[in-house]
């Protein structure tokens, strides 16, 4: 007999990350004013992709997509630093979570088909080198857009704490978090 869902916790460690956990949805909050981070573009991307503000929708639309799925997967790629200055070895850090984020995603789309799966990286959307936003028109991939959980107003520390792991997990180490959500 096939399980109820293949082992997504233990493909997330073969791809990379450091920890993964499914995660409980039930109660998962929504932040309204996390969103005024992506607003002061401290990343440099609001308004320049279709998965970041203000483009991505209202937080309470989000919220409803959120809460329409009936899974999740937490993961966590945690990179060790030489210190909070190694802005290269946040870099590669970034770099590895992304591939894993990608490579993940497409395991589970694989299973479940894209309508029914939300996947939540870290910063802007990267899957385009540019976005159609730049140009007004549609996104190319709408199915393989990746968002950021706090585009969505979600806090990353309570997600990360709802799997029983750690948001800070040690002195010269950077951590990336993502969420992959599905119907199954």
Not at 29 to 47: H, I, K, Q, V
Not at 136 to 158: F, H, T
């Amino acid at each position: 007999m096939e399980p109820e869902y293949p082992d997504f916790v233990a493909e997330a460690l073969r791809l990379g990350a450091t920890k993964a956990a499914m995660l409980p949805l039930e109660g998962v909050r929504f932040y309204p004013e996390l969103r005024t981070l992506c607003e002061r573009n401290a990343c440099g991307s609001y308004g320049k992709s279709w998965g970041c503000p203000p483009h991505v929708g209202e937080i309470e639309e989000l919220a409803a997509r959120v809460r329409s799925f009936a899974s999740g997967l937490l993961f966590q790629c945690i990179t060790e630093i030489e210190d909070s200055y190694d802005i290269e070895g946040m870099g590669r850090g970034a770099a590895h979570h992304k591939r894993v984020v990608r490579e993940l995603a497409e395991v589970v789309r694989a299973r479940y088909g894209a309508p029914d799966v939300l996947v939540l990286g870290t910063g802007p959307c990267d899957v385009c080198e540019e976005c159609t936003i730049s140009t007004g028109q549609p996104c190319r991939y709408p199915d393989q857009l990746i968002s950021s959980a706090e585009a969505y107003g979600m806090n990353v520390k309570e997600l990360v704490e709802r799997c029983g792991f750690s948001y800070i997990n040690g002195k010269n180490t950077v951590s990336y978090v993502g969420v992959i959500l599905f119907n199954r």
